[in-house]
C-alpha cells in the first residue's frame, strides 16, 4: 500500500545554515508531492509543493527536489532562522482518483540561535 | 476568512464517555477531512467527504468512530464509546474542491481519555 517515509525524525542547526529533509515513497503513480510545517499547537500549514512533471521548486529560502526514478523528493531551507523550527511533514498524494494524502512521520526542526 | 474553525479545543474526558468533535470548513470548501495525529503513527486520515458526501472512510479505526456532515458548513466526529488510547490531536480540514490538493487545517482538538 501507500507508504511515505521521512527521515530524519529530528534535526538541529544552527541560525543560518542550510537544513534538509528527506522522504521516498512507494507509489509510481503518485503525482502530486507538498510539504507541511506544523508549528506547537496549531494545524499543519502548506509551505511548498510540487508535481511529477517538475525536478524543482523554489520559494525564497525553501526549495523542494523530486527524483521519480529513484522516488524520493527533498525539502531544503536555507538561511535557517529560529521561526523555521518547527515540525515539518512531506506527503504525496496516490495516483488514483481518491485525492487523498498520505503523510510521511515528521521531522521536527530546531534552529539554535 | 477565518480558516477552519474546530471546536472544543481540548477535551477532557472518562472512558466509556461519548466525545463529539465540531468542525466547520472555509466557505465555499466543498471536501473535508478528518485526521488523527499521535506521536506513534503521526497523521493518519481517518474519513473525507466530497460535496457532503461520505468519500472514504477506510481510515475509521473501529465502529465506535462515526462522522457526519450535515450541511457544507459542518461537521462532526463523534466517538462512542470512548477508549484511552482514542487519545490524541483530531484535526479537520477542508480543500476547495475534489481533487484540489491544497489542504486548510484547523488548529486541532486535543482529546484526553482518562
Known sequence: ?113 | DAGVIQSPRHEVTEMGQEVTLRCKPISGHNSLFWYRQTMMRGLELLIYFNNNVPIDDSGMPEDRFSAKMPNASFSTLKIQPSEPRDSAVYFCASSLRFGNEKLFFGSGTQLSVL
Open chain 1, 1 to 113: 500500500g501507500e507508504n511515505v517515509e521521512q527521515h530524519p525524525s529530528t534535526l538541529s542547526v544552527q541560525e543560518g545554515d542550510s537544513a534538509v529533509i528527506k522522504c521516498t515513497y512507494s507509489d509510481s503513480a503518485s503525482n502530486y508531492f507538498p510539504w507541511y510545517k506544523q508549528e506547537l499547537g496549531k494545524g499543519p500549514q502548506l509551505i511548498i509543493d510540487i508535481r511529477s512533471n517538475v525536478g524543482e521548486k523554489k520559494d525564497q529560502r525553501i526549495a523542494v527536489t523530486l527524483n521519480k526514478t529513484a522516488k524520493h523528493f527533498s525539502l531544503h531551507i536555507t538561511e535557517t532562522q529560529p521561526e523555521d523550527s518547527a515540525v515539518y511533514f512531506c506527503a504525496e498524494r496516490d495516483g488514483g482518483a481518491t485525492n487523498k494524502l498520505i503523510f510521511g512521520t515528521g521531522t521536527l526542526l530546531a534552529v539554535q540561535p
